[in-house]
């Protein structure tokens, strides 16, 4: 399935261009054999329940996943690419330094899903409610995250190229230090946002203008009479 087609961008702004993950021939898994550093090509995953295991550096390629619970996991240094994840489940997310690439992620319910360094090329996340997503020094290029309520989204140092938020209401937004092209917030609930220094290459609306104003004048020392 095609994933959501972001809106047009105005000239000069490059939208995220995503592959749409196609998955063919897949083998039913009913009972997994998860291990640290293991592959796995070519399978779809129902209702499957990974939570505390340690599957640090393990590969997943080719693979769906019809609601998956990874509370507690160890995923750190592992790698998704060409896969379909649905009903993802993990209050605690331990990802850190891994890798996504060509992923749908579909209807997410995430606490605290810890990403920081890692790496994501084309992919799109589509519904859910995450409380903290931590994108701290992580590299995006493509991505697309469409219809969430992200809590607390740290993007802190990361560098963002051609991402999309659309639809999105977002509490808390961090961006010290983020180096960022084409990063489109049009149409996003901001609730509150920091790190204003670093608002280069991001793309607004006018709704969205008006509430960053005082804070941009306070950040620059103006006084607004």
Request: glycine share 12%.
């Amino acid at each position: 399935m095609a994933a959501r087609t972001p809106r047009a961008a105005p000239p000069g702004v490059a939208a995220p261009r995503l592959t749409p993950v196609r998955l063919e021939n897949l083998t039913d898994v009913a009972e997994p054999d998860f291990q640290r550093g293991g592959r796995y090509d070519g399978a779809r995953y129902s209702r499957v329940a990974a939570e505390g295991m340690d599957l640090g550096g393990a590969d997943f390629i080719d693979c769906e996943f019809r609601g998956a619970a990874f509370n507690e996991a160890q995923l750190r240094g592992s790698t998704f690419r060409d896969c379909i994840l649905e009903e993802l489940y993990a209050p605690v997310l331990l990802a850190a330094r891994s890798t996504w690439r060509e992923v749908e992620i579909r209807n997410a319910r995430l606490g605290s899903a810890e990403l920081y360094e890692s790496g994501w090329q084309s992919v799109s996340i589509d519904g859910g409610k995450l409380d903290f997503l931590n994108l701290r020094g992580a590299k995006l290029t493509d991505v697309v995250i469409s219809g969430c309520i992200i809590n607390e989204l740290d993007l802190g140092s990361a560098t963002g190229t051609r991402v999309a938020l659309k639809d999105c209401i977002i509490g808390s937004l961090d961006l010290s230090g983020a180096r960022l092209k084409d990063f489109d917030l049009r149409g996003t609930e901001l609730r509150g946002i920091s790190g204003l220094g670093s608002l280069g290459g991001v793309v607004i609306d006018d709704s969205q203008l008006g509430l960053l104003a005082p804070l941009l004048a306070a950040h620059l020392g103006l006084t607004v009479l």
